[in-house]
């Protein structure tokens, strides 16, 4: 009865993978333990003293207190989740859009002035039309100048 009994956990490489699935189960604890917290306080439904007790209750008793959590308030958990990450993506295309709108290049006053000279040089407006347009590109109240640009022209 000298013969030796080898079990599964006795070998290596079974060693080396049953420390890396505790390792990884501990560190899947500990953020679903972290995302928790935050929702707790990132509710604006609970109180002072109700966040308190949900993050001492959490804190003290995390096992039970992670999984009444759950069961309790899961489901706005996801909702909150849902409605931050919407107006994440919000604030994202608005900032998109308003750096798209004020990186787009004004045109000069030179620009507008051959466009209008070529629209009359093709029929599209009369003489006197381009000249009251010409007028106004010069004087800063035409299309060249809004309200939020620079004069390109100096002394104008």
Not at 17 to 36: A, H
Not at 99 to 126: C, F, N, V, W, Y
Request: aromatic share 12%; charged share 20%.
């Amino acid at each position: 009865m000298s013969a030796q009994t080898y079990l599964a956990y006795d070998y290596p490489l079974l060693s080396a993978f049953w420390t890396m699935l505790v390792f990884f189960l501990w560190i899947l604890w500990f953020v679903l333990l972290f995302r928790i917290i935050v929702d707790i306080f990132r509710d604006d439904g609970l109180n002072g003293w109700a966040k308190a007790g949900w993050t001492l209750f959490v804190c003290v008793l995390p096992f039970l207190g992670v999984f009444v959590y759950l069961i309790a308030r899961g489901r706005g958990m996801g909702e909150r989740e849902v409605a931050d990450a919407r107006a994440r993506q919000e604030a994202v295309d608005s900032y998109v859009r308003q750096t798209a709108q004020s990186g787009m290049p004004q045109p000069s006053h030179a620009d507008e002035l051959t466009k209008l000279s070529e629209m009359r040089s093709r029929g599209d407006i009369t003489d006197d039309e381009f000249r009251r347009a010409k007028e106004l590109v010069l004087s800063g109240a035409g299309p060249a100048r809004g309200p939020d640009s620079v004069s390109t022209v100096s002394g104008r």
